[in-house]
């Protein structure tokens, strides 16, 4: 292990003059912080835009934000693009001419289809580093961008979601040689053929866990607006905490199942290493954040409970459907055919219920009972809408059965109808689907009988 922190800023950290100040002060108050890894700029307010929505916009004539309904035309993100920089720069006091000048050629690459928009989404990372580093170099704290394209940050040729080469960690084992701080771009990698390509949405977090596992830190802290992991969504319980400390099993549990705290892939990296994630909060330094450990003792009961909504079930009848050798597999691959991300499958003699991602029958639902029905021939077939799975997970839940009596026994005494239970095969968390309608109310309850 190094006596070196990984410290990687998320888009609101980074998103205004003020904010990368704030960064500047958090890096420079402990030596160890030596490798810094930063996002694009973000929302600086609700209204705004991220910079790599932009981007995208740009790469794709519009067509980005066309299909989320949002009217703004390619011209207008790249004017926005640009705007943004150059205020971040006159506000940092830095000397940005060629940058923005470099930043404009940039947007007009001549590169098309997939590798364009990789290239383009890449932009928001490469010139916030470069600026950042500047800034740091002028306010006294020595520091040198280091971009994935001259240390080699390794990637598939999957320009969109581009997947990490092996070799890729040697290759950035030096960036935590010398005492100068390293102002590393997150999100992107380069292919073999020397292109651009980006990791998927929120991929920054991913670059900050390889550099992390490739220099063996002592710690990856991810600096973000939020406080750490909270026990429940704070939008819906007020008097939700942050949780201290988490296993990397429950995190990952947590996010499978609606917490949005982290890029799921950042995660292995590190839990492969033991090297701990610090999640903390940039506009709330003191505040103690979330640790998130190989191993936590004393192992809790729940530590936290989610909450995924829009889901559906299919239920499917068939006599001895048990029996029928391959049955659950050809079912599965109907609805991997047709995209449809499932969670759950509880099965019987006669009967099995698949627990869906409601978003993806939107148009499809016809074709995919007609495919089951004459594939699968079942005797009665129903697709039940508008379903809420509560998760509360917690490493103390194995062996233990006592929670998911007072889950059950909660929900029964304030009358709420259950319609799917089903326990984890680690038992480290059970699933309650319950209507949607009532939810948010489910939740209270569990949060009141098992954590609060
Ligand atoms: N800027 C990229 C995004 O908005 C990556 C990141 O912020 O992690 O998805």
Known sequence: MRNIIVSKFGGSSVATATQIEKVRSIVADDRKRRIVVVSAPGRSQQSEHKLTDHLINVATDGMHFRDQRISISSQDSCQAVLTRFA???EDLGVDGKALLASL???LHTNLTGKQRIAFLASRGEHYNARIIADYFNL????????LPENFGLHVSDKYLDAQVVE?????MEPLADGETIAVIPGFYGVTAGG???VFSRGGSDLTGALVASAVDAECYENWTDVSGVFEVDPRLIGEARTIPRLTFKEIRLLSSKGFNVFHLNAMMPCWERKIPIHIRN???RNDPGTVILSERVPEEGVVGIAQLNNVAYIYIEKYQLGEEVGFTASLLSILQEFGIQSYHY?????????VVDQTGLTGTINDLRRRIESELKPDFMDVVYNLSILTPVGMGLKGNSYPIVAALKALGEKHIPIEMIDQSPSQVCFHIGVSQAV???ALKILYDALIG
Request: hydrophobic letters at 30%.
């Open 87 to 89: 205020q971040i720069v």
């Open 346 to 354: 509880p099965t019987d003699k006669d009967d099995i219920s698949v």
């Open 139 to 146: 306010k006294g704290l020595p520091s040198v961008v280091q």
């Open 167 to 171: 070799d890729t960690f040697d290759a």
């Open 104 to 106: 404009e050629d940039d």
């Open 439 to 441: 939810s948010d109310a």
């Open 282 to 284: 940039t506009n709330k």
């Open 195 to 197: 292109d651009v390509a």
